[in-house]
């Protein structure tokens, strides 16, 4: 976390621009099927493992990452850093309710100063490059993207050039959700135990079962296979 935030400081006082992404086991498992989505996170400046399952893979495979850090974790410290710094962010993504929620809750913690502008996440294709366009002329130094993948991700690469006025851009899943207060996060315990994706799916099991049951099943699959790959060698 310290060694990414430390890296976004610099892009900042630079003027240059940094393309974070995180990655979970679901969206490993994602990426060996969808090429463009792949390549959208291959290419990015900095990678962050979200999933604790990631790092504890990581370990096991003998390449240990130092630690998980969480999208929302890194959002809300870089939020705070660009409030006593006077930068300026834009929120991209969830439902028009819900980022209105979070602009006004910044607005009251920071001050009307700290958001460059936002929009919600109902878009359609033909419409990107201009809300790319009137990102980049915000003025905003971070933009958070709270869109669902790889739609995220695929837009801050496809953009990555008109974009290139904002130092630093990430996309954030359902941070907004959580931090408007709309969806529950999972108790602290829970986060470290690396089981907040079972507080998740216990939330919305409809709608997260495939995600994380089927996507976790696939992804300790593919370490498996990666393990033996190793021992053969």
């Known amino acids: 976390m310290q060694e990414t935030l430390e890296m976004v400081q610099k892009a900042i006082e630079e003027k240059k621009q940094l393309h974070h992404v995180v990655v979970n086991a679901g969206k490993i498992v994602q990426m060996q099927n969808d090429y463009e989505l792949k390549e959208s996170v291959n290419s ?12 504890w893979a990581s370990r096991y495979l003998g390449k240990p990452l130092k630690e998980r850090v969480a999208g929302i974790d890194l959002m809300i410290n870089l939020v705070e850093y660009a409030s006593k710094k006077n930068y300026k962010i834009y929120l991209l993504g ?12 910044y607005k009251k913690n920071y001050g009307d100063h700290i958001i460059a502008g936002y929009r919600n996440g109902y878009f359609k294709k033909d419409e990107q490059i201009q809300i790319a366009k009137e990102i980049s002329e915000s003025g905003a130094n971070m933009l958070f993207v709270a869109i669902s993948s790889p739609m995220k991700e695929n837009f801050l690469y496809d953009y990555r050039d008109q974009l290139k006025a904002v130092n630093f851009i990430m996309g954030v899943g359902g941070s907004f959700d959580v931090i408007s207060g709309k969806v529950k996060r999972a ?19 409809r709608r997260m079962w495939k995600r994380y049951l ?9 370490v498996m296979k990666e393990k033996m790959r190793q021992v053969k060698e």
């Open 44 to 55: 990015s400046d900095i990678i962050n493992a979200d999933g604790q399952a990631v790092v």
């Open 94 to 105: 969830a439902k028009e309710e819900v980022v209105k929620t979070v602009v006004n809750l």
């Open 187 to 205: 108790p602290r315990w829970m986060q470290k135990a690396g089981l907040e994706w079972l507080f998740r799916f216990l939330q919305e099991p």
């Open 214 to 222: 089927v996507g976790n099943t696939k992804f300790i699959w593919m």
